[in-house]
């Protein structure tokens, strides 16, 4: 009978700290899930915090750049839109977004008049325009932006035949969020208005990368973009060209 009895106060024991351990789980996972939605709410909090300074960057570059209006933001769509297309990881994506937005941002260490000129560049003009990425790289670092997204700066007037700058690389040399940006780049520039020049047709804007695909743009790029025109499954968000 006493081992019986004491068998009995050994399960009962037994029972009594399972049921703590139980409640002790329990509790470790509704601090766990509270935990886990704080988090979500600080990284949401943070993103919120950090597209407010690309958009605000953006803004200070196109108040100083009369005919740039919108400019990042289309770029920024297209650039996505093309990664998309050609199968990038959402991480990867993000990054290009943030590099698109804010890829000119180098350009606020260029005099007004210079980024403003009705006319076409003076060698020594232009020399201080292309040093824009190279401005950009450093800004976007200095304000500890992830490296890939200041390397996307740096790199986004590189070709691909090495006739880019500012380092004059090659092929595969440049990033490919970089040769991304850099068609990306080109096709809305060319399609909007500028103070020396009326804007390009989206057919002439297309033919400039058909013809060039290869030699200055990446051709898996430029095969990409061609097909979201050509398909109809892409628009810009704004139309730069009938702006002024």
């Not at 409640?23 to 909090?45: C, D, N, R």
């Not at 953006?58 to 839109?81: D, F, I, P, W």
Request: charged fraction near 25%; charge should be positive.
């Amino acid at each position: 009978m006493k081992n019986k009895s004491g068998k009995r106060g050994e399960l009962l024991k037994a029972l009594v700290r399972l049921r703590q351990q139980v409640a002790e789980l329990k509790k470790k996972e509704i601090e766990y899930k509270q935990t886990t939605v704080m988090l979500e709410e600080s990284i949401k909090e943070i993103k919120k915090t950090l597209w407010g300074v690309v958009n605000a960057l953006t803004c200070l570059v196109e108040m100083r750049e009369h005919y740039t209006q919108g400019h990042a933001k289309n770029v920024a769509k297209l650039s996505c839109a093309i990664a998309r297309k050609m199968g990038l990881s959402k991480e990867r994506i993000d990054m290009l977004q943030i590099a698109a937005t804010i890829h000119d941002i180098g350009k606020v260490e260029v005099p007004f008049e210079i980024l403003n000129r009705p006319g076409r560049l003076n060698h020594v003009q232009f020399k201080m325009i292309k040093n824009h990425p190279q401005t950009g790289y450093k800004l976007a670092t200095s304000m500890n932006f992830p490296l890939q997204v200041a390397d996307i700066i740096l790199q986004h007037h590189e070709r691909l035949d090495g006739s880019g700058y500012p380092q004059g690389l090659k092929g595969d040399e440049i990033m490919l969020e970089a040769r991304i940006l850099a068609c990306a780049d080109v096709v809305e520039a060319m399609s909007s208005r500028r103070s020396y020049r009326p804007a390009h047709s989206m057919d002439e804007c297309l033919e400039e990368v058909w013809q060039k695909k290869s030699t200055l743009y990446d051709p898996d790029v430029a095969d990409a973009c061609i097909n979201l025109f050509a398909e109809g499954n892409f628009t810009f968000s704004v139309s730069i060209a009938n702006s002024y």
